[in-house]
């Protein structure tokens, strides 16, 4: 034995394959306990970003219009992120409860953001375009900060937490 360690009369700590797919996906920006990425909540928040022109400019409920609803792969395979292919793996890979949870809460997303683009391309007045980016934004908005929590495993922790006791 010729290593620092064994010089040192220690042994050199073993790596193990879930801890090296945990350090891989940290270093993705991947959320290890639940394989999600908190990017795909940048498609959302771009959606709200154009709602929240058009109270002040009513002509942005035309770049509102423009965005369309992508999956969590279709973003990412749409995206820049470095780690797409990591980031769609540990999604269909992902534990199966916190995946149904992720995906209900971006199922409501996806449903209210095109129901409200719908409706604007019914309407005529910039005053009704308004009202309906304020009632999105106020609908979206609380669903994003959920999908957060899920994402970074919130729930997971705060039970954590209580289990750990004080």
């Not at 279709?74 to 199966?96: K, N, W």
């Not at 997303?109 to 683009?117: Q, S």
Request: net charge negative; aromatic share 6%.
């Amino acid at each position: 034995m010729t290593s620092t360690a064994a010089i040192a009369g220690s042994s050199p700590r073993k790596t193990y394959p879930d801890e090296a797919r945990a350090a891989q996906l940290r270093a993705a920006n991947i959320n290890p306990r639940t394989g999600l990425a908190t990017d795909y909540l940048n498609h959302f928040n771009e959606a709200i970003m154009l709602l929240e022109m058009v109270p002040d400019m009513p002509e942005c409920a035309s770049d509102f219009l423009e965005w369309t609803p992508l999956s969590y792969a279709e973003h990412f395979t749409a995206s820049g992120f470095r780690a797409r292919d990591l980031a769609i793996e540990a999604y269909e890979t992902a534990d199966v409860n916190i995946r149904a949870e992720f995906d209900q809460l971006t199922d409501s997303m996806t449903r209210i953001l095109t129901e409200v683009g719908a409706a604007m391309r019914q309407v005529q007045q910039d005053k009704s375009r308004v009202a309906l980016a304020e009632q999105a934004i106020v609908w979206v908005k609380p669903l994003v900060m959920q999908t957060a929590g899920v994402i970074n495993g919130a729930a997971e922790a705060d039970v954590d937490s209580i289990m750990a006791g004080p």
